[in-house]
C-alpha cells in the first residue's frame, strides 16, 4: 500500500499564497510518483484535522511563522507524524535572522555585520551608515526588507508607520553590494549554485522571486570554480551548524564589484523554501538531474520525527 501523505499548506503567514502554489506542485508531483495524497489548509484545527486524518507522512510545504519557526515542527513532533524538511530547534533558529548568524559566524561563515534595532529609533536615526539593509527579524520572502542607499539623508520612515506589521524590533545590517547568488543543500550535500538577476527593480524582492518572469536565473553561476566550489562549502556548513535537515537553501552575497571588497557572505538559510514552478531548490534539482517527482520523493521518503 503506498504511503499517505498530508501536504501542510496556505496557512495565516504572508505568504499564504506562495505556500498553496508550493503545497499545489508537491502534491501533484507526489501523486505522479504514486503516493495517496491529502491537500491541507492549515488553520488553528490542524491538531484535530491531522489526528483525524492519520497520514503517514506530513510534507510541510508552508512558509513564513508558524510553518517555518518551529511550531508546526512541535507539533507535528508531539503526534508522532513524521515530517519533512528541518526539526523544531533548526527551524525556530534559522528563521530569527540574528541568533542565526550567531550560530554560522561561530561555524566559520561569514556573515554580514550588523545589530537589532527598536524600529522607532532606527526611523528617527541611521543606525548605521548607510547603505545598511533593514530587515524584519523572524520574516521569510523578503517580506518587509528596505534598502537604505548611500547619501540618503533620512531613514525610512515606515518604520515608525502603523502600516509596518512586521515587529517593533528589527535587524540593521551593512549592504553587501554585488551578486546574489542561493545555494540548495539536500541531506548531506550541496547542490548547484544560482545567480539572481531581478528582471526588472534593483534587488530580488517579493515580486521578483515569485511572479512569472519577475527574475533571471544562471544556472550554474557564472563564477570562478573557486568561488563555486566556496558558495558550496558555506551553505553546507551552514546548514549543518543550525541543524537543518532535509532541503535546505542558502542566500548569499559575493561582492565582486570594481573596487569591492571580495566579501562571500551568508545572508540566511531556508529551512522552507519555495516549490513553486518559479522556485530555485526544482531548478538546482533539476540541474543535479532530480526530476521535481524525483525530489518530493526522496523528500517523503527522508521524513523522520526527532529532527
Known amino acids: 500500500m503506498s504511503k499517505h501523505v498530508a501536504v ?58 508558524a510553518g ?25 533558529l534559522a528563521m530569527h535572522k540574528e541568533r542565526a548568524k550567531t550560530i554560522m559566524k561561530a561555524a566559520g561563515v561569514s556573515v554580514p555585520e550588523g545589530l537589532i534595532v527598536n524600529r522607532h529609533d ?38 515608525a508607520s502603523d502600516e509596518w506589521v512586521y515587529g517593533e524590533q528589527v535587524l540593521a545590517e551593512t549592504y553587501i553590494a554585488g551578486r546574489e547568488l542561493t545555494c540548495a543543500v539536500m541531506g548531506d550535500k550541496a547542490l548547484g549554485v544560482i545567480e539572481i538577476k531581478p528582471a526588472s527593480g534593483e534587488w530580488y524582492d517579493f515580486d521578483a522571486k515569485y511572479a512569472e518572469g519577475g527574475s533571471i536565473h ?26 537543518c535537515r532535509g532541503i535546505s537553501r542558502a542566500d548569499l552575497r559575493y561582492d565582486d564589484t570594481p573596487g569591492g571588497t571580495g566579501a562571500l557572505v551568508v545572508l540566511e538559510v531556508n529551512t522552507q523554501p519555495g516549490m513553486t514552478k518559479t522556485s530555485l531548490v526544482p531548478e538546482i534539482a533539476a540541474y543535479a538531474g532530480l526530476s521535481f517527482g524525483e525530489l518530493v520523493r526522496w523528500m517523503v521518503e527522508d521524513a523522520t520525527l526527532g529532527r
Open 68 to 92: 517555518e519557526d518551529g511550531t508546526i515542527q512541535g507539533l507535528l513532533e508531539i503526534l508522532r507524524i513524521p515530517y519533512t524538511h528541518s526539526g523544531v530547534l533548526a527551524s525556530a
Open 8 to 65: 501542510l499548506m496556505g496557512g495565516w503567514s504572508s505568504e499564504r499564497q506562495v505556500s498553496l502554489n508550493s503545497g499545489s506542485a508537491c502534491a501533484e508531483a507526489l501523486e505522479g510518483e504514486g503516493f495517496r495524497v491529502t491537500q491541507v489548509d492549515v488553520g488553528p484545527d490542524i491538531a484535530t484535522v491531522l489526528t483525524e486524518l492519520r497520514p503517514d507522512v506530513a510534507l510541510n510545504a508552508l512558509h513564513g511563522p
Open 218 to 243: 544562471v544556472l550554474p553561476a557564472e563564477i570562478k570554480p573557486k568561488i563555486y566550489q566556496r558558495v558550496q562549502e558555506l551553505s553546507l556548513t551552514a546548514h549543518q551548524a543550525l541543524g
Open 122 to 159: 532606527a526611523a528617527k536615526a541611521h543606525p548605521l551608515t548607510p547603505p545598511y539593509v533593514i530587515k524584519p527579524i523572524a520574516e521569510g520572502s523578503s517580506m518587509g526588507v528596505i534598502i537604505v542607499r548611500d547619501g540618503r539623508s533620512h531613514p525610512p520612515q515606515i518604520l
